[in-house]
């Protein structure tokens, strides 16, 4: 199983997409719609029948971006790097 710090490595941001939102693995698919969805009650299954270029460990990542920014992790945490 992956560390929350590997699966933070899956989310990047690029100023050219989406405003610089964090973003997964580079793809125009945001953090916050996968959060989105999730809160929606849509299962992580039915999320990647949707999204056949997602893998299980996005969604992990998503949840493990937003637990560091819930808990204020240094920036050094929480840091998207840039594509």
Known sequence: MKTEHELLERITARPDVFGGKPIIRDMRISVEL???LLSQGVTPAAILDDYPDLEPEDIR???AYARAVVAGDTLDAV?????
């Open 79 to 83: 840091a998207v790097r840039s594509a």
């Open 61 to 63: 990542a998503c949840n």
């Open 34 to 36: 996968i959060l989105s």
